[in-house]
């Protein structure tokens, strides 16, 4: 038995929406882990008992998805583990077909897998974001004829996300290569002859008023079976059947014809309302039959040169964002559950586009967009660190291939991106600009012919933008380069290069709950005129010349002032065909290990546990319908400056007018107007009573009134250098204990300004709940306005103490 024997093609087994229980269940429990090398399969299957105690290492129970990075990847004291791993089971498969195949499906593992029955390896796969399939029935058959068969088949599978320059993505991007079985994994079922893919190409007429729809499936016929009937049905978006075509198959080999349907009036898919079909395609052979189904949806799309984006022909505004595959205490392995929230909160905030950088992501997140209506880019990972050799390429290609393959169906998908930031050397000895623009269009080619309803998209390298159908620079006024206030013509001049622009990634980075009564101040020092791109060494904190990203305060405020001024403008350009900020929920990354939470990229709307930071509800005041207003500052509970001092607050709301009320005195009824800055013309100058204070707000949109309301601290008191911290507990749930720090100066006076390290700890029988990557849940950060917060699990009880080090200020301690 050769290992090809068991490798599928590209694109296997996008299996049955209503596949049965008994043809398909995921593989979530009873699985064991060991996070490093065996010295050999024999080492997960030999057996362990009495008379052997020491035959195998310690593993640990977990259960799928599951990622080797899920803690490690926010570490601050260690580099992230990169290497082999091992996860094993045992399974009791019955397979209900006679003569059916056993296949195990992997929506993503990371980044090599190899799959084993016993001590026979059935299947390899190179990379970490495609699906992919093993097929185990002769392998599992030969172990049941064994005498070591006792009811179970044992399962184990090796993962390895060890560091591989001829590999993608490059260790240079700026996110973890993540290893482990992080995505589900699937024990499938099938006759012997099954449906492995299924394509519904739709066109829909100039006029909209009619459709065609053309279906094609590929079999799997590992028997070499002859003859097989096909039957295909068409479901409109309520459910109705309305189209049913059969055919006899004599050739059961390629891409087969299954029908072609003709729809008049079809219900066109748009993000405001995202009507789905449904094909299902029954095979039927030796007695057995096997379904597979599909949605599809119709629309048409369209970039218009140096124009606007068009979608069923009329004018769409894309409003973006990007989604990484990582969530606090599981990285990768984010649950079906965990997905559906993200992009729910995603959506209320207005957005109609994401672009999934940069790599392939989870089925389930593309049935998300097509059934929340999102309009979306998807790429390969081939981002940063220049061009291997033979090797690199070939799995560039078939990453693409896969992609293309495995996503075709979905409405959403009008871009399959091809790389990005390619202009980013470092992997290889050579740097050959006409060798990445040889292989780009290489790409370009190939993704055309594969699929050529879709465009090819590229994003920051300027040396292969004409390639590509649509293409985006690097943009980031008023972070990496410029100030904010240069974004508006700065991308009018990058639209006129290119025949289609489309602007990915913009905004900067913002530490959750760090606020800022001088949020622009870093602008002063910022020369403009230079560009607003991002070049070698922006990134990092130290040297080179000024720049927010370097010298700014990484406030909240002063984040939620440059979201403004961009969406603002937007609406002013009647060119654009669209935006996406840079990226909806923070991220870690190995190569940002000084940032306020370390190894986090912290450009998010949201923290890394969906966390809302304040920009977001800037955003949802651009582009959401349903209602709403919210007063800037609800996790500032400490606002300060001179006793009388004018300050102001500003509402972000998509109402039409808005009432504040300050200490319960009405300061007046404002009109909203996106092209008044900041907040839409609804701000107000006032001044703070000393101590206590309550803000509300009473927003009308139509006949929809809805009300916002915060309370903080006003501290005219000012403050010299920090010299002392406290450390209490400020509350208590169960065995779950919040901690806050604070520094003062030698007076007392807290130092709202402060931004030092702090670093917890915990001594006793409980744990720090850290590593989580955000603000709150990480033992080494820097301070938010002189404050941070962990919280504890006191454990068991007894005895716990915590302690709190700031260098150069006498450490605190705290028995709980």
Known sequence: ??????????????????????????????????????????????????????????????????????????DPDVNYYQGPAWYRTRLKIDNPYAGGRTILHFEGAGQKTDVYIYTTKVASHTGGYDEWTADITEAVEAFKKSAQFKGTVPVSIRTDNSRDLEMIPSSLSDFNVYGGIYRYLNLVYVPPVSIRQLHATPEVSSDGK?????????????????????????????????????????????????????????????????LLYTVETTVASNNATHTLAAKTGFRTFEFVKNGPFLLNGQRLLLKGTHRHEDHAGVAAAMTEEMMREEMIVMKEMGVNFIRLGHYQQSRIILNLCDSLGMVVWEEIPWCRGGLGGPVYKEQAKRM??????????????????????????????????????AFMKELHDLSHQLDPSRKTAIRRCDFCKDIVDVYSPSIWAGWYRGIYTEYKATSEAEMKRVNHFLHVEWGGDSHASRHSEAPDKALQSIKTGGGTDERAGDASLYGGAAR???????????????????????????????????VFKDFSTPIRPDNPVPYMNQKGLVERDLTKKEAYYVFQSYWAEKPMAH???????????????????KVYSNCDEAELFVNGKSLGRKKRSSADFPAAGLRWNTTFNKGHNDVR?????????????????????????????????????????????????????????AADFVRFSLAGDGRLIDNLGTSSGARYVQLYNGRAIIKADTGLGGVNVAAVKCEGIPTVTLAL
């Open 548 to 582: 927010v990203s370097k010298d700014g305060d990484w406030s909240e405020s002063y984040i939620c002032n440059l979201m403004d001024w961009h969406l603002k403008e937007q609406e002013t350009m009647p060119w654009l065909t669209g935006t996406a900020q840079w």
């Open 400 to 437: 693409l291939t896969n992609m293309i393959a495995q996503h075709y169906n979905h409405p959403s998908v009008i871009i399959w991106g091809l790389g990005n930031e390619n202009d980013w050397p470092g992997d290889f000895a050579e740097f050959d600009k006409d060798k990445i623009r």
């Open 210 to 274: 009619t459709a065609k729809l053309a279906v094609a499936v590929q079999l799997y016929n590992p028997g070499g079976l002859t003859g097989a009937q096909l039957k295909t049905v068409l479901k409109d978006p309520s459910g109705k059947v309305i189209g049913e075509k059969s055919t006899a198959l004599s050739s059961l080999s390629g891409n087969l014809p299954a029908a072609i349907f003709d729809i008049k009036k079809p219900k066109r898919w748009h993000t405001d309302a995202p």
């Open 697 to 753: 707000v009473v927003a009308v949109k139509g006949k929809i009134k809805t009300e916002d309301k915060i309370t903080f601290q006003y501290q005219t008191d000012t403050w010299g250098k920090p010299a002392k911290m406290t450390l209490e507990k400020t509350a208590v749930e169960g065995n779950i204990v919040t901690l806050q720090v604070k520094l003062f100066d030698a007076k007392g006076v807290q130092c709202l300004d």
């Open 631 to 649: 007063i800037y500052g609800h996790s500032q509970p400490v606002r300060w400056g001179q006793e009388g001092e004018e300050k102001m607050v």
């Open 1 to 74: 038995m050769t290992i090809t024997k068991y490798l599928l093609s590209a694109a296997l087994f996008l299996f049955s929406l209503s596949a049965k229980a008994q043809q398909q269940q995921r593989l979530n429990t009873g699985w064991e882990f060991l996070r490093s090398d065996l010295g050999g399969i024999w080492e997960a299957v030999r057996p362990v008992g009495k008379g052997n105690p020491e035959a195998s290492p310690i593993w640990e129970k977990v259960t799928l998805p599951h990622c080797v990075n899920a803690s490690d990847a926010v």
